[in-house]
């Protein structure tokens, strides 16, 4: 029994007059050459950042050794490599291994076992999103018959459908609302965890002291202990759903997909293939095109973290302002870390504009049509073979 795919390349090569083995070869050269691309490409544009990064590096020491001579400035050279690893850090911010190392250190943090509040959490924010995904199921299951039921003018049965839609809607609402508060109660206890962790390290062995009287590398310790906690933990609540959901989404779907597929007598396996291999290929061109938002985000936290610390200035040292008239020059401090605190945001939602079109027009679209494409499939399966079979009857 053939696939929809021969049948398609069987089809392709009557319309157009090209022989069939010319045709599968194109077909299987173009696959291949795309493959190829795919794991060739990131590790050259890797390489390529590699000597991008290094040239820069090497320019930058080339001019400062020009100007401030032969390194006489740098009497400490355990805290100048220090500052330059820290430079380097924060501008290589991305998903990467060291990216990876750090989270999972967090993650220790924010959920220290299996037998702790957390982990409770976690598992039931699980269990409510496996409801969802099977509620979205049935629903649109529901949403179904009552087309069904619409074609049929079966006004009785149109009725009792709608009935259960209507009270199917109630837990629904119920589950989806549940998602929230858990995710809120997810980023509350983490921020909780981290905030115990980071005021005990920052309060033992004057750490305070030396992060704002001996050394200048952490700017801004209270942005980094506020605002930047807070959003690390509601990032994480929201990572985990985000990520969770539509794995469980993609899994019950193509479940349901092949179920279908064997009732209509069709091959189980080319259309959660397809709609794998789409989401596959969706996802390294969003990865390759994606700008670098983790050294976006670091650097927004940073301007805004000297937005702070500038109004932190002004409150400690009123009196001194005051009695020596520098209201002229706070107020030109202030503008000026406003200023490049909204230069950037600029720039990050110019660099967004493309992205999320992109983004919409694959996940929207693309999706869509492949996701039509996945469910007719079945039914142009058992269209082409009933005439074949036909044939071979008579």
């Known amino acids: ?17 090209i022989r069939q083995e010319t045709l599968t070869r194109g077909v299987v050269g173009v696959v291949t050459t795309l493959y190829l691309l795919k794991l060739t490409y990131p590790h050259i544009v890797r390489v ?4 991008e990064t290094n040239n820069n590096d090497s320019s930058s020491n080339n001019n400062k050794t020009k100007e401030n001579g032969v390194d006489n400035k740098c009497k400490n050279k355990k ?30 943090i924010m959920v220290p076992g299996w037998r702790s509040k ?10 409510t999103l496996l409801a969802r995904t099977f509620l979205s199921v049935y629903v649109a299951t529901l949403e179904g018959q009552i087309v069904k039921r619409i074609v049929l003018k079966d006004v009785r049965g149109f009725f ?4 259960r839609w209507f009270a199917i809607a109630f837990p629904a609402t119920f589950v989806n609302s549940a998602i929230r508060y858990l995710e809120g109660r997810l980023a509350l206890s983490f921020r909780e965890r981290l905030v115990q962790y980071a005021y005990k390290m920052y309060l033992s062995q004057q750490t305070y002291y030396r992060v704002s009287a001996l050394d200048n590398r952490l700017g801004g310790a209270e942005q980094r202990l506020t605002d930047d906690l807070s959003e690390l933990a509601s990032s994480v609540a929201h990572l985990y759903s985000s990520l969770t959901k539509p794995l469980l989404d993609c899994a019950l779907v193509g479940i349901a997909l092949m179920s279908f597929s064997s009732r209509m007598g069709a091959r189980t396996v080319p259309g959660p293939l397809l709609a794998a291999v789409v989401i596959a290929v969706t996802g390294q061109v969003l990865r390759l095109t994606s700008p670098r938002f983790g050294h976006l985000v670091a650097e927004e936290a940073s301007r805004r973290g000297r937005l702070r610390e500038a109004h932190a200035r ?22 000026t870390a406003y200023r490049s605190l909204t230069v950037h945001l600029r720039k990050v939602l110019a660099m967004k504009l493309w992205y999320i079109m992109l983004e919409q027009f694959l996940m929207k679209y693309v999706w869509s049509g492949t996701g ?14 009933s005439p074949n079979n036909r044939d071979s009857d008579g």
């Open 1 to 17: 029994m053939s696939s929809v795919f021969s049948k398609l390349i069987n089809k392709t090569s009557q319309t157009c007059g």
């Open 48 to 51: 390529k950042r590699k000597l």
């Open 79 to 108: 805290c100048c490599k220090s500052s330059k690893l820290v430079k380097n850090k924060q501008s290589n911010a991305g998903l990467d291994k060291a990216f990876l190392r750090q989270l999972i250190q967090l993650l220790r």
């Open 118 to 127: 957390e982990a409770g959490l976690l598992t039931c924010a699980t269990i």
């Open 160 to 163: 009792l459908m709608l009935a």
């Open 314 to 335: 002004i409150s400690a040292h009123a009196e001194e302002i005051a009695f020596y008239g520098g209201h002229n020059t706070e107020h030109r401090y202030l503008s």
């Open 372 to 385: 039509l494409l996945v469910i007719a499939m079945p039914l142009l399966y058992t269209t082409i073979k």
